[in-house]
């Protein structure tokens, strides 16, 4: 979606056409800040999904919803209600029963109910504030369009600090998410290693939802993450995969958004769709290959099983 | 309060979606399948855009899209039932990857359809959609009542009378596959009862508020009750309740939207039975 008189045609000349692309300055802001989202989200989010938490890590995000609403009510700025939400939800998620694999069914009914209760909450608060759902698409998908050069900054800023953090509890929290009992028999905390990851997501997830909107952190939470579990199950090729495969897609999304009328949140998610299906069917026929050499294992590559064969 | 049409018609309609609401929710909770069920739900907001672009009825898109959803889960997931590969059956979810990444793409698709409507239609696309993620209970017509009554209650039959070879497959699959029962095909007719659920429930509560009466009441009757037909029984009651109180409220408290009232009250009894001490006995293993 271009400013106004600009009138941008998409041309053979691969070159013309980047640099109308990197024309314009909020063209170039979004794709610096879609490039920490998709870093932050490509390390964490692959993290999410070995600890299975993607029904959680989907709540959080849209705590966005609520975050926003509530913000716009007490009439204090907007990431104030999206880091006030989210780091609760994070909190209520951990103290919910179980957490380990044994009582699951408990656990998603537990989130379920978190998920649908903040955004009762928001549809409240937008009702009490008066306002209309006008900009829905933007409530969903955000605004990468309209990022300001202190939002990249923030979310830069914000991407290195959790980035820091998960490295620095990268091993123990890897081990207690694939081997729960052991990692406590070593004297772990799993315990507050599960916490602790939940709220490093809150955190993540409300710094990027105020640029992106909850839809579109949530899909580059799970897509690149998901294509690099497909590719490989070793975990520092696929956090490698996870980054690269997440940047790839927001730039190509971001480039075929400006010379469309559809939004970049939808472009986004379609490129990283058609890498997904992309990687599923390159892993499917590899370990089919495979299976017809030696009998092994299913044709997931998921870390966990994948360690557990190991 | 009753003597206002829009509320007898909120109560005819609220009533039956509750109790498929809470009857579908048992099963969809000892199943593991709440990430699903919170799937089908917001697919229901692309499933309703497509067809207000496509100038249909919205009710076929709704019905289309959350069938559609619930049969490609059963499908393409490896399925809390399937244990293949030695993982400990019903324990983990359904697959949640291929879950988050279907519903997050076919969201996006809701977003298209968004554009291309209000491309085309001046400025009622965006109520249209608010109406459709949170819904209007308060703005049902009579026929249209009537219509979420007879559905909700042919689904509840529906799950009833496969509910034993069901309950069975969901409990202990591989001894249910083992004498006969299509744990399978079973899995996938749950699924497409619970996506005609979704989009029915989904006029009345919203895509997005849905997921609070499946969970929430079930969650609760089974922490509170062992025994199954009496758990069913009273998940389906407090889905009523919930339906019941929160249409009150939001009758008494003008403010209050009455999807947000009935999800709020449905949050209380969860965290009521949460409180140790009340419980009854274990929930099904």
Redesign the interface.
């Known amino acids: 979606m271009p400013a106004e008189g600009a009138n941008p045609t998409l041309t053979w000349n691969l070159a013309h056409d980047i640099s109308q692309v990197l024309e314009y300055h909020f063209m170039i802001n979004a794709l610096l800040a879609g490039s920490a989202v998709a870093v932050l989200a490509g390390l964490i989010g692959w993290m999410m999904l070995v600890r299975r938490e993607a029904f959680a890590g989907h709540t959080l995000a849209l705590m966005a919803f609520p975050g926003a609403s509530a913000a716009a009510l007490a009439g204090v700025a907007a990431a104030w209600g999206y880091l006030t939400f989210c780091v609760a939800g994070a909190l209520a998620i951990a103290r919910l029963p179980g957490g380990a694999r044994g009582s699951w069914r408990e656990e998603a009914a537990g989130v379920g109910v978190v998920q649908a209760l903040a955004l009762a909450l928001g549809f409240l608060f937008v009702s009490l504030y008066g306002g209309v759902l006008g900009d829905l698409e933007g409530l969903l998908f955000g605004n990468l369009l309209g990022v300001s050069d202190g939002q990249v900054l923030e979310l830069v800023v914000v991407g290195l600090a959790v980035t820091a953090v998960l490295a620095a509890i990268a091993r123990p929290l890897l081990l207690s998410s694939v081997d729960p009992e052991g990692a406590a028999a070593r004297g772990l905390p799993v315990g507050a290693l599960s916490s602790g990851f939940l709220l490093l997501l809150g955190l993540a997830v409300a710094a990027t939802s105020q640029v992106t909107g909850p839809l579109l952190v949530f899909s580059l939470l799970v897509m690149p993450a998901a294509s690099a579990q497909a590719i490989t199950s070793r975990p520092a090729p696929a956090l490698a995969a996870s980054v690269a495969i997440g940047l790839v897609v927001v730039w190509l999304g971001l480039a075929v958004s400006y010379f469309s009328v559809y939004p970049p949140g939808f472009w986004i998610t379609v490129v990283a769709f058609a890498v997904y299906l992309l990687s599923r069917l390159v892993a499917g026929a590899s370990a089919g290959r495979r299976r017809r050499g030696v009998a092994t294992g299913t044709s997931g590559l998921r870390a966990p099983a994948a360690s557990r064969a190991a | 309060m009753l003597s206002q049409e829009y509320m007898r018609n909120a109560l005819l309609a609220g009533s039956f979606i509750a109790l498929a609401c809470g009857v579908c929710g048992w099963f969809v ?4 399948q ?2 699903a ?2 799937a089908l739900s917001h697919v229901a907001f692309p499933g309703a855009l497509a067809a207000a672009a496509a100038g249909l009825d919205q009710r076929v898109g709704l019905f289309a899209a959350t069938i559609a959803a619930g049969g490609a889960i059963a499908l393409l997931g ?1 399925g809390a039932l399937t244990s ?2 030695g ?2 059956a ?4 359904a697959d ?2 291929t ?3 279907l519903f ?2 076919v ?2 698709l809701g ?2 359809f ?2 291309r409507f209000s ?1 085309g239609s001046g400025g009622s696309a ?2 249209q ?2 109406h459709t ?2 819904g209007s209970v308060f703005g049902l017509g009579a026929g249209e009542a009537r219509l979420a009554a007879i559905i909700a209650a042919a689904v509840l039959l529906a799950v009833l009378a496969i509910g034993r070879p069901l309950l069975f497959a969901s409990v202990a699959p591989d001894i249910a596959g083992a004498r006969g029962v299509p744990t399978r095909l079973l899995g996938i007719a749950f699924l497409a009862l619970l996506g005609v659920v979704a989009a029915e429930a989904s006029q009345a509560l ?1 895509a ?9 009441p ?2 609760a009757a ?2 509170l009750l062992a025994g199954t037909a009496a758990s069913i029984a009273l998940a389906a009651g407090l889905a009523l309740a919930s339906m019941w109180g929160g249409l009150a409220l939001a009758w008494a408290v003008p ?3 009455p ?2 009232a ?3 009250i ?2 209380a009894i ?1 965290l009521l039975a ?1 409180v140790p001490g009340l419980r009854g006995g274990g ?1 099904h293993r």
């Open positions: 909770v000892l199943r593991g709440v990430f069920g919170d490896r293949r590969g993982r400990a019903g324990v983990e979810p949640d990857t879950i988050g990444v997050t793409f969201l996006a977003v298209f968004l554009t491309l965006g109520i959609a608010a993620l949170f919203g997005l508020l849905l997921l609070g009466l499946l969970a929430g079930a969650a089974q922490r403010s209050l939207p999807s947000s009935v999800i709020a449905a949050t969860y949460r929930a």
